[in-house]
T-cell receptor, first 112, second 112 residues
Framework: DQQVKQNSPSLSVQEGRISILNCDYTNSMFDYFLWYKKYPAEGPTFLISISSIKDKNEDGRFTVFLNKSAKHLSLHIVPSQPGDSAVYFCAASSYNNNDMRFGAGTRLTVKP | DAGVTQSPTHLIKTRGQQVTLRCSPK?????VSWYQQALGQGPQFIFQ???????QRGNFPDRFSGHQFPNYSSELNVNALLLGDSALYLCASSLTTGGSAFFGQGTRLTVV
């Protein structure tokens, strides 16, 4: 069951511009959402998270927005850098559960 | 802090054999989860261990079993290997009180 969906398998942006990665979920029991970045031959690296009691969380160049009514979240990266090129996974769980459900990932390429 | 460590990094097994993968959690973490990531997909939850017991399980057959030791380290065992078990196996550690999970670099299992 695809409870978390990332409909864009790839995204290409120019260095310095904004990257927007999108994620949709179907299970309304999810109350904690995370973004992970993955480089080849490495495990996923935690990037940023958001609780369902918030609609926005910022950490430096990274901002996650949550729209609970639409069951949609997005990750904004501003400004994008070539080192941001990686596969980004969206994940959802309940806060004390940690049984995360992942999307299929979006491959971001930032061109110099 | 070494973070989450997994061993081995790569493994080749023959169909029908058994395999054991190992994980040491991040210092201070008491919960270990295992995920299977097939090529081109997001990680799929296998099970989670806390206080040496399986707390949750995803949609995986009984051929997949695990163990958690008193020092919180964990093992994943897969019996009667199938070609379809070829994947990257990821271990993630977290606190049972909640918060983000941190991943190891994974074990690449190839079944031939």
């Amino acid at each position: 069951d695809q409870q978390v969906k990332q409909n864009s398998p790839s995204l290409s942006v120019q260095e310095g511009r904004i990257s927007i990665l999108n994620c949709d979920y179907t299970n309304s029991m999810f109350d904690y959402f995370l973004w992970y970045k993955k480089y080849p031959a490495e495990g996923p690296t935690f990037l940023i998270s958001i609780s369902s009691i918030k609609d926005k969380n910022e950490d430096g160049r990274f901002t996650v927005f949550l729209n609970k009514s639409a069951k949609h979240l997005s990750l904004h990266i501003v400004p994008s850098q070539p080192g941001d090129s990686a596969v980004y996974f969206c994940a959802a769980s309940s806060y004390n559960n940690n049984d995360m459900r992942f999307g299929a990932g979006t491959r971001l390429t930032v061109k110099p | 802090d070494a973070g989450v460590t997994q061993s081995p990094t790569h493994l080749i097994k023959t169909r029908g054999q058994q395999v054991t993968l190992r994980c040491s959690p991040k210092s201070g973490h008491d919960t270990v989860s295992w995920y299977q990531q097939a090529l081109g997909q997001g990680p799929q939850f296998i099970f989670q261990y806390y206080e040496e017991e399986e707390r949750q399980r995803g949609n995986f057959p009984d051929r997949f079993s695990g163990h958690q030791f008193p020092n919180y380290s964990s093992e994943l065992n897969v019996n009667a290997l199938l070609l379809g078990d070829s994947a990257l196996y990821l271990c993630a550690s977290s606190l049972t009180t909640g918060g983000s999970a941190f991943f190891g670099q994974g074990t690449r299992l190839t079944v031939v």
